[in-house]
């Protein structure tokens, strides 16, 4: 199923079956967003990857994920043989970078992601002791 040879595939296709995204949709929206850049370039969802190119996706805070493609699949492979895929260039995180991801993780942990609802607006409406 892994082709190794000079054909290429979608850059869509092929993070998601690298298990780089979650989703070929999520892959498609990353690289509409400029988000993916295949051998220095800005890649849109169609452009085509072969063995050898240099791929950088930009997530989340600023974080930078180096890989070198190894080989091509057209269909989903187990995980395993995913991996085989690229190569990871990845550098590991400073001591700082881990600090401050480790913050803002507790950050949003205590954050509530939503507003507050009915029974969370009257809980709080008697702490501060105002009338319902």
């Known amino acids: ?13 092929w993070l998601d079956v690298a298990c780089l995204f979650k989703t070929r949709s999520e892959a498609q929206r990353a690289c509409r967003g400029g988000k993916v850049d295949v051998n220095g370039d800005s890649a849109r969802p169609n452009r085509i990857v072969r063995p050898g190119d240099a791929i950088v996706i930009t997530r989340g805070a600023g974080r930078r994920q180096t890989v070198i493609v190894r080989g091509v699949a057209s269909k989903h492979v187990p995980k395993a043989e995913a991996r085989e895929l690229y190569e990871d260039r990845t550098p ?17 942990a205590t954050t509530p992601a939503t507003a507050p609802d009915r029974r969370d607006r009257r809980i709080l409406r008697r702490l501060k002791g105002r009338p319902e």
């Open 1 to 13: 199923m892994t082709d190794r040879g000079g054909a290429g595939e979608r850059i869509d296709l």
């Open 92 to 108: 590991a995180p400073t001591p700082e970078q881990l600090e401050v991801r480790d913050f803002e993780r507790a950050y949003r």
